[in-house]
């Protein structure tokens, strides 16, 4: 079954021409390919004022990973322990929120639009 057409005013028929130095086209195809999308995808949603989401990839060093690897346990353990029943322990859900904060600040610190 073939993909239904889009309405004419959905579709992308224009063609809009920009002049760019070698290094801009390189920026801009890096910038592109950081956001996993096309050149004309990240170019269009830049000139629209839409939030272009940079994919991050953060190093972490032995320490830290050691620490999160404690903190999954942690949760794992609290996950364990209330599926069987058991009530949870004062401040838990704050704890929890807290690392669910500190995990998506840790997410998107960097992988906002520059």
Do not use: C, F, W
Not at 23 to 47: K, L, Q, S, V, W
Not at 57 to 62: E, I, P, Q, S, T
Not at 63 to 91: D, F, T, W, Y
């Amino acid at each position: 079954m073939a993909r239904p057409r889009k309405p004419e005013a959905e579709r992308r028929s224009r063609t809009i021409g920009v002049r760019v130095t070698t290094a801009e086209a390189a920026e801009i195809a890096e910038r592109a390919g950081a956001a996993r999308m096309t050149t004309g995808g990240y170019m269009r949603r830049r000139a629209l004022g839409q939030p272009v989401r940079e994919a991050v990839v953060h190093r972490l060093g032995v320490r830290e990973r050691v620490e999160l690897r404690r903190i999954g346990v942690n949760l794992n353990q609290i996950a364990r322990a209330l599926n069987s029943g058991a009530s949870a322990p004062p401040g838990t859900l704050e704890t929890v929120e807290r690392v669910r904060k500190l995990t998506s600040d840790l997410l998107s610190e960097e992988g906002l639009d520059r």
